[in-house]
């Protein structure tokens, strides 16, 4: 028989605050009394209390807002279904504009996209790789600042050949009903396959900024890649998501259909 060590002090009181939390008793968007007040109601420190705020915070419960202090989180942890969230009738349902715009409406949230870089420039080296680009040929760079009712949950940059940006008609910043793949698939260029390298790490400043992290905090980084029926990859995508506020859902069959397809 395991004899479990006793749970730390501050961890306990972790365990309440959470407890209270899911209650209701602090309900999202409300701010937590100040540590004494919570000091006060449990009877310990208030190093003690900042201790426990200091988990929750790591596990993206709550945030600290500058002039409001300690705030429990308003959005909900967000399912990403990598497998169909790109298919054109969901995508496109009720005039959403792209894959986010459709997934947080149907939490009953309200979706925001603000384009922070829009214009064509010289790929990264990774992007010009992934993209098959000679030397010299340009990108059109999509950067998204993407908000849930105003939380900001997700930063998107997309890399798209320039010609095709261009005839596609993606240097607007509304690109209409179903996004960018919908308009690519009026030329005749619509993806029909998907690939996403994903791993954990540390924030760039920006995303630690962007996001309200705490320094314990990591972010999924996903690198997505569209291609054509024949092949071709039409996008290079760099998206970053805080660890806490998603789920990444994927599904597939027990036997592989075609296993001769390229990746």
Do not use: C
Not at 51 to 78: D, F, K
Not at 125 to 152: F, I, N, Q, T, W
Not at 165 to 188: F, I, M, N
């Amino acid at each position: 028989m395991t004899v479990e060590a006793p749970k730390s002090r501050y961890r306990q009181v972790a365990d309440l605050i959470r407890r209270d939390i899911t209650l209701g008793e602090y309900p999202p968007g409300s701010t937590l009394p100040s540590e004494q007040e919570l000091a006060s109601k449990v009877g310990v420190s208030r190093v003690t209390i900042n201790r426990a705020l200091q988990i929750l915070r790591a596990e993206g419960m709550v945030r600290v807002l500058r002039g409001r202090g300690t705030v429990v989180r308003s959005v909900p942890p967000i399912s990403r279904h990598s497998n169909r969230r790109y298919a054109r009738a969901v995508r496109e349902e009720h005039g959403a504009r792209g894959a986010f715009d459709a997934e947080i409406r149907k939490l009953g949230l309200i979706p925001r996209s603000d384009i922070v870089q829009l214009e064509p420039v010289d790929p990264p080296e990774a992007a010009a790789k992934a993209l098959g680009l000679a030397p010299g040929e340009r990108v059109l760079v999509r950067k998204r600042h993407m908000y849930a009712s105003d939380e900001p949950v997700l930063l998107a940059t997309s890399y798209i050949p320039w010609p095709l940006a261009e005839s596609a008609g993606l240097t607007k910043v509304d690109t209409g009903p179903g996004g960018t793949y919908s308009r690519l698939a009026e030329l005749g260029q619509g993806p029909v396959r998907f690939t996403e390298d994903i791993r954990a790490r540390i924030p760039t400043d920006d995303e630690e900024v962007f996001f309200g992290l705490a320094e314990n905090q990591q972010v999924f980084e996903i690198i997505h890649m569209s291609w054509t029926a024949d092949h071709r990859p039409v996008e290079y995508r760099v998206d970053a998501l805080p660890t806490f506020q998603w789920v990444l859902h994927f599904e597939w069959p027990a036997e592989v259909v075609n296993p001769g397809s390229p990746s």
